[in-house]
Structures are given as structure tokens and as C-alpha cells.
């Protein structure tokens, strides 16, 4: 097994999928505005424009998040693809309301550092404070990234691809949206497929629709 130190980082392009959960307040709300911070990333060459993660947490007349932009080398490097939207039974804490989640797949240029760095930021313009939280217990966002290219990471902070992520049906249902059925992460045996049909997970998760939900959403508001 290789592990990537926490001070070493990179500028290569890796395919990465996050994934999305929330469960308080307008979580679709959220999920949208995760999405297109992340699409606000988009690494314009040759003067790449991304977030300022010390920038104003405020927002915009437009509900968006006011990201002062910067120069440097990290970024999203194309348009984000998006799973289906799925609800699910609570994880851990059985009392409280059902869950939306989802997953997000583009590549992105840099570190894995300044990725979890991003991704904590979007958390906190979304409300969460994650010292105030019970573990498994609610919260409007939550955030992890499943998968970072072909990189096992293990760090105090992170790890890569997420350590009980096979124990997790609301998981892998909007993984398999993304990523075929025979793809083997770092770390695994088994693939998607076969990790999906010994899940140990027998709680509730259904998808809402057939579409991609950003496609889904986009489609509506046009309508």
C-alpha cells in the first residue's frame, strides 16, 4: 500500500468522484450551490482562476458564493458530471429525518490537499460547523471525496478512498452512476459490483428520477 504525506502535493490531472449527503434545511439548495462553486473552479489556461479559500464567506445578490479569485494551478478541468439524486435511510443515528445523496465526478488539477481544503469551505458557506455536530447525526452538508485518480491517501485528516465506503449502499448506488460496474479502487479486491451485492448496508435508498439530477434540475428551471 502507498500513502500520499501530508506535504506532498501535485499538479497532474485525476479523475475524482466526491459524495454529497445532507439531511437539514433545503439540502437541494446546497447540493446546487456545491456544484456550481465547484463549476465557478474551472481552470482557465493559461491564467487559471480558482477560490481564494480566506475569501469573504458571504454571498451574492444571486445566492452564489462570493469566491475572490486568485491565480494558481488547481481546478476542475471540465464540465462536472452528476449521478442521480437518491434518498436513504439514516446511517448511525436512526433518529432523524431521511438523507439526499449524491455523487460528482470531473478531473481536477492539483493537489488532493487543495481539493479537501475547497470541499471543506463549501461545507462551511453551506452552514455546517462540524465541532457543534453528533457523529452520524444531521447535518445540511456533508462532503467526501470517494475517489482521487488511482491514489490510496492516508492522512490524520483524510482518507482515500473513503475507509467504510463499501459499507455504504447510498454510496455506491451513485458510484455505479458514474463509474462502471467492474472498476476496482485503491485498497479493494472486489469491484463496484460485487462490493454492492455484499454490502452489509440493508437500509432504504431509492433514486429520485432517471436522469442525472443537475441534468434533471437544469431541465426544470427551463421549463
Given at each position: 500500500?502507498?500513502?500520499?504525506p501530508a ?20 439540502v ?41 479569485p ?31 445523496n449524491m ?16 470541499i471543506?469551505?463549501i ?12 457523529r ?9 471525496i ?51 451485492a ?13 436522469q442525472?439530477?443537475?441534468?434533471w ?7
Amino acid at each position: 500500500m502507498t500513502s500520499t504525506p501530508a506535504h506532498q502535493s501535485t499538479v497532474e490531472t485525476v479523475p475524482v468522484v466526491l459524495g454529497l449527503g445532507g439531511n437539514v434545511g433545503d439540502v437541494k439548495v446546497a447540493f446546487a450551490k456545491a456544484i456550481q462553486t465547484l463549476a465557478a473552479c474551472i481552470k482557465n489556461d493559461p491564467t487559471p482562476v480558482n477560490p481564494s479559500l480566506q475569501a469573504d464567506t458571504g454571498t451574492s445578490g444571486d445566492d452564489q458564493p462570493r469566491l475572490q479569485p486568485n491565480t494558481g494551478t488547481s481546478g476542475v478541468t471540465s464540465p462536472i458530471r452528476t449521478s442521480r439524486l437518491y434518498t436513504s435511510s439514516p446511517w448511525g443515528v436512526p433518529d432523524q429525518p431521511d438523507f439526499l445523496n449524491m455523487a460528482v465526478a470531473f478531473p481536477w488539477t492539483g493537489s488532493v490537499e487543495s481539493l479537501f481544503n475547497l470541499i471543506r469551505w463549501i461545507e462551511r458557506d453551506a452552514g455546517r460547523h462540524r465541532p457543534d455536530e453528533t457523529r452520524w447525526g444531521p447535518r445540511r452538508l456533508d462532503i467526501d471525496i470517494l475517489v482521487f485518480g488511482e491514489q490510496r491517501i492516508e492522512q490524520e485528516a483524510l482518507t482515500v478512498p473513503h475507509p467504510r465506503l463499501h459499507e455504504r449502499r447510498f454510496v455506491l448506488l451513485p458510484l455505479l452512476d458514474l463509474l462502471p460496474g467492474e472498476t476496482i479502487l485503491p485498497g479493494y479486491q472486489a469491484n463496484l459490483n460485487e462490493l454492492l451485492a455484499v454490502c452489509p448496508d440493508q437500509g432504504e435508498v431509492h433514486a429520485l428520477g432517471e436522469q442525472p439530477w443537475y441534468e434533471w434540475r437544469e431541465t426544470q428551471k427551463r421549463s
